[in-house]
């Protein structure tokens, strides 16, 4: 395992969303948020990293979305590509590439590797029994057809996974099984020939690179070592399917590829998506994947961790063409709504377009790396959001950075003062505090604690406020001790600086706005900043601040919190209904 100091590239990248529908705020803590902090941290650093993402279009999720929506399958993922693009861009997500598994790059790969597989003796046929559906005279894979799960009784269970007891499941095992398509029971079992995946062949290998993982988080490492410990089974890779990677064999010309096989294979092909469109080096994302001195980080609901730590590293073993294999899997579990389960169908829980509908995109990225679910399941709470807001980013961060420029407004003449006493034993307190804060957030972020780096994070805000408090400006200003006012100021401006740089992989877009009250012509020069500037307590010097500055939060009212509240919980519609409805009839009596 390579030393950091020989660490040269980063690959960064979260589970690629399926193609289907909008996600919640679930799905975006789980892996897409997360993600996009740590690039943003690793940048700050000054370090070569590449983060990708994209959208997961194959298999039968893309196909019957697109049925039910009337519209041809690449018409529909070319559409909700775009939708989920827009999305992601307005949450300030900073992946280098957000591309597509449907793209020809991904074909390629996944083509190229399979046969390397096949010629590894990786790969063989087998005969399966497959639901056929009579009504619509096809075969049903995985999620065409649901049923009653044979392990736990929960229906609807899809055909490749319950949802409830989350045991993985073949179409077959399902108890009373319908087809998704025409909704009817008018099913049978017939033989079909796929491909499968020898991972007994690959269980020694995978085992040995899992044992020197013992820098994975202990959920991540338990749940693989599970797999193992359990042995690993041939995986069908193929699917009788229209829309897909076809296998690249004349005998299987009829069949695609499972999604799972091809759409982690999806991060190479759009790390290739990148160095093409991009970089406009078609081959230079070779340097990255094919480097063992870059270091890849991946994130993922704790559900994706055994095809990221058993499944994908075997087929990149496997292929033996010299692909480098996960330094960090971090899996994130669920974050419910107000205790319960996100629902599209009963509208419960906010989804990831009507969140910016309701509040700028930092209020929902700082109070869900606040509460994200790294160890544990946590849930979204309406109280818990407005208490953060207004406290935390209001009170907190907000209040700091108002009072810190309309002072220098008032009493500087909207200049930044330079300091008269250098050896100003609270200012000297200031930076050791601040380089405190620092030496910690460097440690979380090397070990992939969002919870308790935002916590460091805002515990920094609240000595920003604590120094200017006990500082006094306004009093001393009154007392005609200017150098003491502008000292405080001077080193308030700074720390504000400071503040901005590492709140960007939290908040980006406050850390713009901070930029702009402090005077800077191109805000979005606060992503420009990398670690070892970040100390320096000179170089707002005579720099104009904004002389009006408008505050950089608003407040929830209880009022919104309650309409909001109602509004994405049916269970509380119903109770708040039914309530209105027995208050007559208690007067009546």
């Known amino acids: 395992m390579s030393s950091d100091n020989k660490i040269e590239r980063y690959i960064v990248t979260s589970a690629l969303p399926y193609v289907n529908g909008i996600k919640h705020l679930g799905n975006f803590i789980g892996s897409l948020l997360p993600a996009d902090v740590h690039a943003r941290y690793l940048r700050l650093l000054g370090k070569d990293v590449v983060a990708v993402c994209g959208t997961d279009e194959h298999g039968t999720p893309a196909e019957i979305a697109a049925l039910e929506e009337g519209l041809p399958v690449e018409e529909y993922c070319r559409k909700y590509y775009e939708i989920q693009k827009s999305i992601y861009e307005r949450f300030g997500l900073s992946f280098d590439f957000f591309g597509r598994t449907s793209a020809p790059e991904n074909h390629q790969i996944t083509q190229d590797i399979f046969l390397k597989l096949w010629k590894n003796g990786l790969v063989f046929e087998k005969e399966t029994e497959q639901l056929y ?45 319908r087809c998704k398509i025409c909704g009817k029971r008018n099913i049978e079992v017939r033989k079909s020939t796929h491909l499968f995946l020898d991972l007994p062949k690959m269980q020694e290998r995978v085992a040995s690179w899992i044992r020197q993982q013992d820098h994975w988080p202990l959920s991540t490492r338990s749940i693989a070592e599970g797999w193992l410990k359990e042995g690993l089974r041939p995986r069908a890779i193929t699917r009788n399917l229209k829309w897909g990677i076809p296998v690249p064999l004349e005998k299987y010309k009829d069949l695609v590829f499972y999604v799972w096989f091809d759409a982690p294979i999806g991060y190479i092909s759009i790390t290739a998506q990148w160095a093409k469109e991009i970089k406009k080096n078609p081959e230079v994302w070779k340097e990255y994947w094919k480097n063992p001195t870059t270091r890849l980080i991946q994130f993922m609901g704790v559900d994706n961790v055994p095809f990221h730590t058993v499944t994908w590293p075997a087929t990149l073993m496997g292929a033996n063409d010299d692909y480098i294999l996960a330094y960090m899997v971090k899996g994130f579990h669920w974050l419910m709504y107000e205790g319960g389960k996100f629902s599209t169908s009963q509208n419960r829980g906010i989804f990831m377009d009507k969140a910016l509908e309701l509040y700028p995109a930092d209020y929902w990225r700082y109070y869900l790396l606040y509460i994200a679910p790294e160890n544990q399941n946590t849930s979204f709470e309406w109280d818990g959001f407005q208490q953060i807001v207004n406290h935390h980013l209001n009170n907190a961060l907000g209040n700091f950075a108002h009072r810190t420029i309309t002072f220098i407004n008032k009493e500087c003449n909207g200049i930044v003062p330079s300091v008269n006493n250098p050896d100003d034993k609270e200012i000297q307190a200031l930076k050791e505090i601040v380089r405190k804060h620092m030496k910690a957030y460097t440690e979380l972020f090397d070990s992939y604690e969002f919870q308790k780096a935002t916590q460091n994070l805002y515990q920094l805000w609240q000595e920003a406020n604590k120094f200017f408090q006990q500082r006094q400006p306004w009093k001393h200003a009154k007392e005609g001790n200017k150098k003491h006012v502008e000292d405080t100021l001077s080193a308030s401006a700074h720390l504000l600086r400071i503040i901005a740089i590492l709140s960007t992989p939290f908040i980006p877009f406050t850390a713009e706005k901070i930029y702009a009250l402090l005077g800077y012509e191109n805000p979005k020069q606060v992503h420009e900043e990398r670690w070892n500037d970040i100390f320096d307590f000179e170089c707002l010097i005579k720099r104009k601040v904004v002389p009006n500055p408008k505050p950089l939060f608003k407040k929830i009212s209880d009022k919104e919190k309650r309409k909001y509240q109602l509004m994405f919980n049916p269970d509380l519609r119903e109770e708040t209904s039914t309530a209105k409805e027995e208050i007559p009839r208690e007067k009546k009596k």
């Open 133 to 177: 559906c009579l009504n619509d005279q096809r075969f049903l894979p995985d999620r065409y057809v649901e049923g009653e799960c044979p392990h736990c009784g929960y229906f609807p269970a899809r055909g490749d996974q319950c949802e409830e007891c989350s045991t993985l499941l073949n179409p077959p095992e399902l108890v009373n099984p």
